[in-house]
């Protein structure tokens, strides 16, 4: 695909040759604030608090970093530029969001500052989050400050003691937290859990279920899709596959914490890095907050893996689930079916159209800096931040990774889990057709919370998300729809 550049084999050389230039911006924007939003952290809006001060210094602008939570950062950008209040003068969030703020004409096209902008290194960007999280239509509107995967990390210890190694399937998964599930992990005194992974509502957590159920629905590449048929925009949740996966989620939560339906991704993080789970589902932020000396029980005691999968996936001409052949399941390792979710595709920063001229260049200047390799590839390293490797360069050296505290064995098996799942061939990627947020915020978050809590079955949660985001579909226009999928997914 067009919209992705394997990381294996590139090499960069001078990377750190050119710094961010600060002082071509001295005293350019004396006077000038931005105000730019994003969601309450402390993960993503502290880097940018934390620098902040420091940009003003090279530039002037005083850059104000709002934060609202998760569940309303959406609507808020939205609601703002729409109706004309214009109080945000950018926004750091989910690149998949910028197709309802870029299609009504709300963003900037970034695409002029990004070619004249030699401090951002273009070229050092993963070519995944340049192609894809950063441009709409063949332009650029965003400017890449995070890169995310879901992973699963696994206490390494736990797994020799057991016996067990880095699970490979979502058997795998289920059996390890079965059977680590109760044991005291921590050392002190108590039991401890088998898996924890966030399923709070209205927070992060619909993005764990896709984590779970693209292997079973995606075996043919990233063209396939994982959300709906490309042949008539049929959702891909009323099947055997999306059964079985709702059935390894829902199953998970046997060794779980018990109040675990209402966990959002800080408290399971927390929950791992203090020992008290085997295993869960995250971004790259485990691999780096697991490594602080002074909060974390489980220093080089965590293994990372691309995302388990599945020897049986979906034939969707009958919506059975099958064995996984070699004309089904390409791309299977030892007849496992791998499906690295893309999932949020990283934190990007993006400008208001109707901001001031001044604004505009200074907010610019303030994502540029913050994603320049002299801050970035400090920043992935701090697990604080939220910001995750995205840049070639933070895969090619150890250096910044040993002088965070991560031994070479870590870092080299967590760097390693991302690449192998930024070079999988049947990588899926984000919902980014217009009104994704209703059809993964609102319909699928719902429905999996009510699952969860007993409120419905298996059969009847997915024939509510069937419905939801048919009616979706049907109210934006069915043929629009698909055609947008499809080019967001690179399918003919």
């Known amino acids: 695909m067009a919209i992705r550049l394997l990381f294996a084999g590139a090499l960069m050389t001078g990377v750190a040759a050119m710094g961010f230039a600060g002082s071509a911006w ?160 921590n050392g002190d005194g108590k039991p401890d859990f088998g898996s924890c992974i966030a399923k709070k509502r209205n927070a992060q957590s619909y993005w764990m279920v896709t984590s779970v159920a693209g292997a079973f629905l995606q075996s043919k590449g990233t063209s396939q899709g994982a959300f709906f048929d490309v042949r008539d925009m049929k959702p891909l949740v009323n099947n055997e596959a999306f059964a079985a996966a709702l059935a390894v989620y829902s199953e998970t939560t046997k060794y779980a914490p018990p109040d675990e339906i209402n966990l959002d991704v800080g408290d399971t993080r927390n929950l791992f890095t203090s020992g008290q789970c085997a295993l869960t589902i995250d971004w790259g932020d485990i691999g780096t907050l697991a490594i602080d000396p002074e909060k974390s029980k489980v220093v080089d005691k965590v293994g990372a893996v691309i995302l388990p999968g599945s020897a049986k996936v979906l034939d969707r001409d009958t919506g059975k689930l099958v064995d996984c052949t070699a004309d089904i399941c390409p791309y299977a390792i030892d007849g496992v079916n791998h499906a690295p979710f893309a999932a949020f595709g990283g934190w990007s920063g993006g400008i208001n159209t109707k901001a001031a001229p001044k604004v505009k260049d200074a907010a610019y200047a303030f994502f540029s800096y913050m994603s320049a390799p ?64 209703k059809y993964q915020q609102i319909v699928l978050d719902t429905a999996i919370a009510r699952m969860l809590a007993g409120e419905i079955d298996i059969p009847t949660t997915m024939k509510t998300i069937e419905d939801g985001w048919n009616e979706i579909t049907d109210e934006v226009g069915r043929d629009k729809q698909l055609a947008a999928y499809k080019s967001t997914i690179g399918a003919n």
């Open 26 to 185: 001295a005293g350019e924007f004396d006077g000038v604030t931005v105000n730019v939003i994003t969601f309450t952290g402390p993960q993503i809006a502290e880097p940018m608090q934390r620098r902040a001060p420091d940009f003003e210094k090279l530039t002037g602008a005083h850059i104000n970093v709002i934060t609202v939570p998760f569940s309303d950062l959406y609507q808020k950008i939205l609601t703002d530029w729409s109706t004309g209040t214009n109080s945000l003068d950018a926004g750091v969030f989910a690149p998949q969001w910028m197709v309802d703020y870029v299609t009504p004409g709300f963003m900037e096209d970034l695409s002029p500052r990004v070619e004249a902008d030699a401090a951002l290194k273009l070229d050092d960007i993963g070519g995944f989050f340049r192609d894809f999280s950063m441009k709409f239509a063949g332009k650029t509107y965003t400017i890449t400050l995070d890169g995310d995967f879901q992973m699963v990390y696994y206490r390494t210890d736990v797994a020799k003691e057991l016996g067990l190694g880095a699970p490979q399937t979502w058997d795998d998964y289920i059996a390890f937290a079965k059977a680590a599930n109760g044991k005291d992990m």
């Open 374 to 437: 002299e801050q970035s590839n400090v920043d992935v390293t701090i697990g604080i931040t939220g910001f995750n490797p995205y840049r070639l360069s933070q895969f090619q050296g150890l250096d910044n990774w040993r002088k965070a505290g991560m031994s070479e064995a870590a870092a080299k098996d967590y760097l390693g889990a991302i690449e192998a799942s930024l070079n999988s061939p049947n990588m899926v990627l984000d919902l980014r057709i217009p009104n994704n947020q």
